[in-house]
């Protein structure tokens, strides 16, 4: 079974709000580049959820405003 690291699940959760707020970017119309943004904040609510008690100093913070499209990570 496999097992994460902290910092393994943190990059993971990061790379893919990236990858769903540069799909937002590129979407077709507001409604697609809503549903992305949406799913850029799930990751951020997963990763929050499990890592709870363990969350790093700057690491909520940075991760939610990937989410807001502020930062590159």
Do not use: C, H, P
């Amino acid at each position: 079974m496999k097992s994460w690291t902290y910092a393994e699940l943190t990059k993971k959760a990061e790379k893919q709000i990236l990858r769903l707020m540069k799909t937002a970017a590129e979407a077709k119309d507001s409604d697609e580049e809503k549903l992305y943004r949406e799913w850029a904040y799930g990751v951020f609510l997963g990763w929050s959820d499990l890592t709870f008690g363990w969350i790093q100093d700057g690491d909520l913070e940075r991760l939610e405003n990937l989410t807001k499209g502020e930062g590159e990570g």
